[in-house]
């Protein structure tokens, strides 16, 4: 069984910095494209970046100059760095993957989340 685990999430004052990992687990063929994508209290859930398998990005104008995906793909795993953080990127963050198994082809996992919490 497929699994997606965020850690990295914590309280940072505005400016801080904080770093998310992402780590897919179990028995997978491939994995493709992995983002993060974010959740505040009463709003929609909404992409914050992706990255593919040729390490093209993509990001929400609102981080973009801020925050940096990556991934290790010998670790399974996929990083978002997050600087110059704003009150406004307190949310829950979800780590996405679209992973190819053996069993259940190809399918799109998430993770459980983990909590940003920006503020002074």
């Known amino acids: 069984q497929v699994q997606l685990v965020e850690s990295g999430g914590g309280l940072v004052q505005p400016g801080g910095s904080l770093r998310l990992s992402c780590a897919a687990s179990?028995?997978?063929?491939?994995?493709?494209?992995m983002g993060w994508y974010r959740q505040a209290p009463g709003k929609q859930r909404e992409l914050v970046a992706t990255?593919?398998?040729?390490?093209?990005?993509n990001y929400a104008d609102s981080v973009k100059g801020r925050f940096t995906i990556s991934r290790d793909n010998a670790k399974n795993t996929v990083y978002l760095q997050m600087n110059n953080l704003k009150p406004e990127d307190t949310a829950v963050y979800y780590c996405?993957?679209?992973?190819?198994?053996?069993?259940?082809?190809?399918?799109?996992?998430w993770g459980k989340g983990t909590l940003v919490t920006v503020s002074s």
């Open positions: 996405n993957a679209g992973i190819a198994t053996m069993i259940s082809g190809n399918m799109e996992y």
């Open positions: 179990g028995s997978m063929f491939t994995i493709n494209a």
């Open positions: 990255i593919t398998t040729g390490i093209s990005t």
